[in-house]
């Protein structure tokens, strides 16, 4: 069992910055990848990014390359997201989740991901 937590989220301007954490805790030792997803009340729960914790290789969403960066704290089993330039359209509650695929994918899916954080709220206002 992994336990997921996720941290940051919370109100903020457009054009603004959000830094989300997210701390893993469990059997982590066979953890390798770590993605963000987030999700709306009218949308499926869509992919942002994701990063392999071993080689740190990151991939991103076409909407927000440039703006979004992934990161990890390996010593700390912790995933980051920093969001800049934030618009209102990305309000949505934004999860964390850990992939055990060993793998790291050219595009990842729900489907790809074994344990989910809570989620925190994002909330961009115009």
């Known amino acids: 069992q992994v336990q997921l937590v996720e941290s940051g989220g919370g109100l903020v301007q457009a054009g603004g910055s959000l830094r989300l954490s997210c701390a893993a805790s469990?059997?982590?030792?066979?953890?390798?990848?770590m993605g963000w997803f987030r999700q709306t009340p009218e949308k499926e729960r869509e992919f942002v990014a994701a990063?392999?914790?071993?080689?740190?290789?990151?991939i991103y969403t076409d909407s927000v390359k440039g703006r979004f960066t992934i990161s990890r704290d390996n010593a700390k089993n912790t995933v980051y997201l920093q969001m800049n330039s934030l618009n209102p359209e990305e309000t949505a509650v934004y999860y964390c989740?850990?992939?055990?695929?060993?793998?790291?994918?050219?595009?990842?899916?729900?489907?790809?991901?074994?344990?989910w954080g809570q989620g925190t709220q994002v909330t961009v206002s115009s």
């Open positions: 469990g059997r982590t030792g066979s953890m390798y990848a």
């Open positions: 990063i392999a914790w071993s080689s740190g290789r990151t």
């Open positions: 989740a850990e992939s055990f695929f060993p793998f790291f994918k050219n595009m990842y899916q729900k489907a790809d991901f074994d344990y």
